[in-house]
């Protein structure tokens, strides 16, 4: 990537969401490419490292069991946030509803497991969510064995100090009645 300030004052044209899925819709973009649309910019996304995708299959398995019936559990999925927008968490609980013919536009819960995707997940993407109402974004940083977990307030933004959790029992907003044990997925 060049540096932005070489072209200024020109303008950035940003590329708009339904610009975005009519490209996926016409095969203009590569399917095995891992990228997302985020504040009008294609960004590539990282490759997994094993435990990043063990976290991922994990949570999703144990959060799709305890909601079956109550939400949808999302992984690598969209979610049409603006029309600017369109990332694709790691793992999305979503209201139930059809998504055959459109993506969700927000989401109960979003969960980002962090490696070498940290950056992005802690510094650009908490704002994308708070700006969808997303009540509750959680980043599970594998590097510092730590939970981070974003509370959405009445203003509609997420506090500037997460919550951070090491050990224990770990429930969302949506659903106070189910836990996940944080050791389980920080080892």
Avoid at 28 to 40: A, H, S
Avoid at 140 to 162: F, N
Avoid at 176 to 182: A, N, R
């Amino acid at each position: 990537m060049f540096d932005l300030a070489l072209i200024a004052p020109q303008a950035i044209r940003p590329l708009m969401r339904v610009e975005y899925d009519r490209m996926i819709d016409k095969g203009i973009l590569d399917e095995d490419e891992r990228i997302e649309l985020l504040r009008g910019t294609l960004v590539q996304m990282t490759p997994q490292g094993s435990s990043h995708a063990h976290v991922i299959w994990m949570l999703s398995d144990r959060l799709s069991s305890m909601l079956r019936t109550r939400a949808v559990v999302r992984s690598h999925a969209p979610l049409a946030v603006s029309d600017k927008s369109a990332p694709e968490p790691d793992i999305a609980v979503v209201p139930l509803g059809d998504y055959f013919e459109a993506h969700p536009t927000t989401a109960l819960l979003v969960i980002e497991v962090a490696d070498s995707s940290r950056k992005k997940d802690v510094e650009v993407k908490p704002d994308i969510y708070a700006a969808a109402g997303v009540p509750e974004y959680w980043v599970v940083d594998l590097k510092k064995k730590e939970i981070q977990v974003r509370i959405l307030s009445k203003r509609g933004k997420y506090g500037l100090r997460p919550k951070i959790i090491k050990r224990g029992k770990l429930s969302p907003k949506a659903f106070p009645d189910i836990e996940i044990d944080v050791g389980e997925f920080l080892r």
